[in-house]
């Protein structure tokens, strides 16, 4: 994980979540992890959720993480798309369902009794989740007079606060926008209609359909559609590019048309692509998920180039990128219990051409 969060007090905190929100800047979200104690060692993610620039997610070590597995329960909240590099503070709840009426809803929420941590960082490309290895013990969470599982359910709450800066806005260079763009979590992106139109063939057409009306719904993330115009305005360049802002951009870009902007994505994850790599933990510069990105697309030179990463590999790297210890499973052999592994979700969800090409690289050592 990229860091652990610094803490700030509990005043600070909810002194700022008390404020007057304004929705463009602060979220709030509560995850409910069932089946808790089925789960393996491996990370857990929650859903998405939008705040200001970015999209956010919690990810959780159910077994704990680095010197602290089996011992503690961690928690990261992630910025998913850094390329902004956002500075947020936030607090995160274990919430204690001790006294809760079974089934009832919504969760209540003890502030004497459950745990936080809180923190302000700046999300970026090195940095791009912050939190705590400690977080709670695992013997505390797993004591059922305790209430923090409630049939085998784990509830964690979020607040998410971002600091709103001015080259988050969309410069047009004095020019008066005459349309907006309307995205899924409810924002509205003012934008200039000759730009879209002159880059995109999806725009012309749209815009001619409409007749008169100014909003088109897009899908897409309101950090990716600030990169996007940004570029498209031409008044300030807009960030750097990195692996994890391509991995954001590159479904948008693809749909809409953008071809010039798509040109330059693809070329600049060829020419990073041995920064793609074997760990799962790293989800935007996991080779496979650009694999999988490069199926959905129908983008044949991006997953050629995958694959080629693949094959470069070593074959430890490779055992690693595709499969997965099963935890508590596996045959006695001279005394000792044989590690068992199976192959990773994210290589059995793709496509069963590409996932036996894969398959095709690894030598067999009877574990896969």
């Known amino acids: 994980m990229s860091g652990e969060s610094r803490k700030r007090s509990a005043d600070e905190m909810e002194a700022e979540c008390s404020q007057e929100k304004d929705p463009w800047t602060t ?32 990810i959780v070590y159910p077994d704990g993480h680095g010197s602290d597995t089996g011992v503690y329960l961690t928690v990261f909240l992630e910025a998913q798309d850094t390329m902004w ?12 369902q001790a006294g809760r009426q079974q089934d009832s809803s919504p969760t209540s929420l003890d502030a004497k009794k459950s745990l936080f941590f809180s923190g302000t960082d700046t999300f970026d490309s090195l940095h791009s989740d912050w939190g705590v290895s400690e977080f709670i013990k695992l013997s505390s969470l797993r004591d059922a007079a305790a209430g923090w ?8 709450k979020v607040d998410v606060i971002v600091e709103r800066e ?6 047009t260079g004095g020019m008066p926008c005459d349309m907006a763009l309307q995205l899924p979590a409810g924002w509205q ?6 730009a879209l139109q002159l880059a995109s063939p999806f725009f012309r057409g749209a815009l ?51 071809s010039k902007l798509l040109t330059r994505l693809m070329a600049f994850v060829m020419d990073m692509n041995d920064a793609l790599n ?14 999988a990105l490069a199926e959905r697309l129908l983008l044949d030179v991006l997953r050629k180039l995958c694959l080629n990463r693949l094959g470069r ?44 090409a894969i398959l095709l690289l690894t030598v067999s050592d009877g574990d896969a």
Request: glycine share 6%; proline share 5%.
């Open 166 to 171: 001015d080259r988050f806005e969309v410069d």
């Open 149 to 156: 599982l409630v049939n085998d359910t784990l509830v964690l």
């Open 208 to 258: 001619d359909d409409v007749k008169g009306s100014a909003l088109i719904p897009v899908d897409g993330s309101l950090g990716v559609w600030t990169y996007i115009l940004t570029d498209l305005h031409h008044q300030r360049d807009p960030p750097a590019l990195t692996l994890g802002s391509g991995y954001a951009l590159l479904p948008v870009v693809h749909k809409y048309h953008f």
């Open 85 to 96: 590099e956002p500075t947020a503070g936030y607090k995160v709840t274990v919430v204690n």
């Open 27 to 58: 979220a709030s979200f509560e995850w409910r992890i069932e089946n808790f104690s089925q789960l393996s060692c491996e990370p857990v993610r929650s859903e998405c959720f939008e705040a200001g620039i970015a999209t956010w997610r919690l």
């Open 313 to 356: 590999m070593t074959k430890k790297q490779l055992q690693v990128a595709i499969r997965v210890e099963v935890v508590g499973v596996g045959a006695a052999a001279g005394g000792r219990m044989r590690k068992k592994y199976a192959v990773r979700q994210e290589v059995a969800a793709l496509g069963e051409e590409v996932r036996n």
């Open 278 to 291: 074997h760990r799962p933990k790293h989800p935007n510069t996991y080779v496979v998920n650009w694999l």
């Open 189 to 194: 992106v003012p934008a200039l209609c000759n």
